[in-house]
Every structure is written in structure tokens, then in C-alpha cells.
């Protein structure tokens, strides 16, 4: 299997955003080494590729084909308030990609099944009430938290749709 780099032009069999290289090098900077065999390398981008484009929905601005395989090159996108060019990938993306392989090549499940990990802080057993704590713990349960790529992530998303905790009070 070869990797197809989208080259901003919308291409209908593009399978990824970085080269194998553009991959290496931006591991070898932060002192990580990816595996030189390059089927094994390529599986972890198409797994790094799969994650981010589970985003799809969340991204700033529309496709601009509806024939790409990818979700970009994108039009109607700004990132810190500069306007993205509807036939260019920005670069935050294709690093918050490189740091998803690295993540992929050190963590091997980009997408673990994650349980219910909020704390109970207190319970009430005569018409049952539960109190949650507002933050999760992670680590043991499954849960995968990935700060680099969330920071990388975050300006490409609409507003509202960051990776923040949502939540919920019910009456």
C-alpha cells in the first residue's frame, strides 16, 4: 500500500496529509523514531488519519469537493484570524497529524474504548442520587489523553466545538 499526500487540489484518492518523510522528520525533531519500514509506518498514518478525520463535523469551514477523500483542503477557514487559502493544508494540521503518528507509534490505540470515568463524590440511596465530580481521571480506565494533539487540534475546529469537557446538569 502507498500513501497518497493530498496536494490542496481536492484529489478523490488521497490517504493522507503528510508523506512518510514529512512524518519521519517532524518525529526525529522531537526526538522520537518512527519505524523504518515503511508498511509499518504507513499503517500507523492511515490509524493517525482515521482519528483526525473522525473531526470531520467539527472542522472550521466546508470541503471544497464533494469528490475529496479527505476532509481537506477546506474553504471559509480562518486560524488566528488569518484566512486559510481553499487549496492549502495548514500546517498545524499536518503537524497535529505527525503527532498523531508519534502518539499511534507509542500508545498504539488512537481510539481506546473508554468507560465512565467520572468520580462519584457522593451517593444517595432513597430516591437515588448521584453527584459526579466535574473532572475525569484517566490512565487505568482506558481513556487516552493526548495534550500535544489537543493543542494542535483545537485551532482547527469551529468554536464550540473544542475538546473541553462538556457538562450536563440535570434537574
Known sequence: MALVVEDGTGLSNATSYV???TARNYATARGVTLSAVDATLEVSVIKSMDYLES??????????SETQSLQWPRSGVVIDNYGIDSDELPQILKDCL?????????NSDLSPTVTD??????EKVDVIEVTYSDSRQ??????????KVNNLLNPLLRSGSGLG???????
Open 19 to 21: 508523506s512518510l518523510t
Open 55 to 64: 473531526y470531520r463535523d467539527r472542522f472550521k469551514g466546508v470541503k471544497t
Open 98 to 106: 505527525c503527532q498523531l503518528i508519534i502518539e499511534n507509534a507509542t
Open 117 to 122: 470515568t467520572r468520580i462519584t463524590t457522593s
Open 138 to 147: 484517566s490512565g487505568a480506565t482506558g481513556q487516552l489523553v493526548m495534550p
Open 165 to 171: 469537557g462538556i457538562r450536563v446538569d440535570r434537574a
